[in-house]
């Protein structure tokens, strides 16, 4: 096999200096928003003392996990000793880490106080989930570190064994960290719509399909600013196929997450309630989750006759399912909140705190500034870390 | 005599009478005297609060009439929690939950607020430990390390904890409140701290039913321990396993 060959992406079209400048203000408005919010406290935005978490953590954990899930490429190469993804490895573990300060920084600016954020790095109740996820998040940013050096360094990267063992270790802690995340909602026994240990297997699965969205993207909008096409058309079907399998894994465990709860009497409301009768969040869910989020890309996949068609396909397909994720994790997130607490199982309650009320929500502006500049954040760190050091691989059938 | 709790039922027979009594005269007395009614743990003047006490809260829904809001308004002016017209963010400490049987159409109003759980789901969930228990049960949240990231409100069941969703002005010093933080019902620690009864369960005792008793449940000779031996009351979402301080009588 060829020795691998890696450039830095050192040519900018206006096009993508105009894409740049759009990230910069999205960015800045997000920062913006944040400002605002911190100034005037949460009332200015649609959050409330029953959907307590609104849009900026819909954005941070869409994020979070897609950042987990990005390390995917890497992994299948080192763990699991496939070559033709070796290319890409360097690329995903930079992705991986701009994902995760993106959806960090979201979390950190929607805090009620966001200033004490030394607080919770120096003060730890090690109990909670939370805490536990602090160390996952600042962990993960260490080992993908050592992991990207273990793969760049031009003495480090002859040891096949440290990239192995670093590419395992990143794997592990991708997965954990995924687990962590998934259960900051399967364990709060307290909430109907969550309370299940499936949701850190279901959070896997989302985040094998968001990272690889999104690593798609970052190939084709690269590829296309250096001319050179970064899919060659056997990754192309490669890439469909690894999609499908994590498209059709997260519907697996949404379907069973759904039935499981469908089957108690005690949790059909809720149920009921999402995927039927709670207005917004059943549309979210069967229009954006299931309609355009997994059957239409999936079907698009499946019916692409070659090979250059599904590499027509691939960005567009991602855009399909990271907006299916962002519809995923709006239903999961607010209609989990939405549903009232019961408090008095059998009983019709009301009072002036709104027991008993489905929880009305309005995402405002500020929260989706702050998110969208996540997102921005995310393809900034990005950009420039391509720019700065040899991330992108020079392929040989580079010019198809 | 013992140095139980104090209660805050109707003072029907002589004997919780004289006590009363006492305790009033106490409490003009001197705070090192009327430390006695409460017993004789967890007080400022003897140190930190104590796991000997395990203060709780009895309330008879039976004595609880519809309508009666006695205790909600005692805390708002007790702790300085108010209306700003905006529902949804308002802070509630403690609120009037309506209940109604679908099957008999009986009507009920049972007040809910913290409920000082033993083993509470929004310690667990807090990463800064900002939410704790102290020794004598009472779950509070440090105001100096809350991050604002109101897990503890998506962990409680019961709904109890607010969020600040506005800068505040007026605050009581004894119950200080802050933008970005979360909060819920103190128990009234600092009258406890000063062997006061709590706002809500002294102004229901003076000018309502007298449906809430408080006490120390680790005293056997309290009235609430008694009260409680005698018929086991009732405690929201059971199921959970949290054992709430907080307990009910004909929920």
Known sequence: ?400 | MSAGPQTAQPLADRRALLRGAGGFLATLLAPGVTLYAFGAQGSPSEGPASSKVRWALLIDIGKCPPGCDLCVTACREENGWRDTGRPDIDAQWIRKVKLRDAQSGEHREVPVMCQHCDKPACVDVCPTGASFKRADGIVLVDKHICIGCRFCMMACPYKARSFVHEPLTDQKPWAPRGKGTVEGCTLCVHRLDSARLPACVETCADKGGGAMMFGDLNDPNSDIAKAIAKYPPSQIRSDLGLEPAVRYRNL
């Not at chain 1, 390390?71 to 880490?97: C, D, E, Q, T």
């Open chain 1, 1 to 400: 096999m060829a020795k691998l060959r890696f450039r830095r992406l050192d040519q900018h079209s206006p096009a993508f200096w105009g894409v740049i400048g759009l990230q910069v203000f999205l960015l800045a408005l997000g920062l913006g928003a944040a400002l605002y919010m911190e100034e005037h406290g949460h009332a200015v935005t649609g959050m409330s003392n029953q959907i307590v978490w609104g849009l900026p953590h819909v954005f941070a954990v869409f994020l979070i996990v897609a950042a987990s899930g990005a390390l995917n490429v890497a992994s299948i190469s080192s763990v699991f000793g496939r070559p033709a993804y070796k290319p890409y490895a360097r690329l995903s573990g930079i992705l991986a880490v701009a994902l995760l300060a993106g959806g960090l920084a979201v979390l950190v600016l929607d805090l009620g106080r966001p200033e004490r954020i030394f607080v919770a790095m120096t003060t730890y109740n090690f109990k909670s989930i939370f805490a536990w996820n602090i160390y996952l998040y600042s962990g993960f940013m260490l080992i993908v570190g050592a992991y990207l050096f273990a793969m760049m360094d031009r003495r480090a990267s002859q040891s096949a064994m440290l990239g192995k063992t670093m590419g395992w270790i990143a794997f592990a802690w991708r997965l954990i960290l995924t687990t962590g995340t998934g259960s900051i909602f399967g364990f709060l026994a307290a909430r109907e719509a969550y309370d299940s240990a499936i949701m850190a297997p279901l959070f896997i699965a989302a985040s094998f399909l968001y990272g690889l969205a999104f690593t798609v993207l970052v190939l084709a909008t690269t590829g296309r600013e250096l001319g050179h096409e970064l899919m060659p058309k056997e990754i192309a079907e490669k890439f469909r196929g690894l999609l499908s399998i994590f498209a059709l894994s997260l519907l697996y465990f949404t379907i069973v997450h759904h039935l499981t709860k469908l089957y108690a009497s005690g949790h059909q409301g809720v149920e009921v309630f999402l995927l039927r009768d709670g207005g917004v969040y059943p549309l979210v869910f069967w229009l954006g989750q299931i309609a355009c989020g997994t059957l239409l890309p999936l079907g698009l996949l499946a019916l692409a006759r070659d090979s250059v068609t599904v590499r027509r396909l691939l960005p567009l397909v991602s855009v399909l399912f990271l907006l299916g994720g962002l519809a995923q994790l709006y239903v999961i997130i607010i209609g989990g909140q939405a549903y009232p607490l019961k408090l008095f199982p059998g009983m019709e309650v009301s009072s002036s705190f709104f027991d008993g009320t489905v929880a009305s929500y309005r995402p405002s502006l500020p929260e989706l500034l702050l998110g969208l500049g996540g997102i921005s954040l995310a393809a900034l760190l990005t950009t420039l870390a391509l720019r700065l050091m040899p991330f992108l691989p020079e392929l040989q059938t580079a010019r198809e």
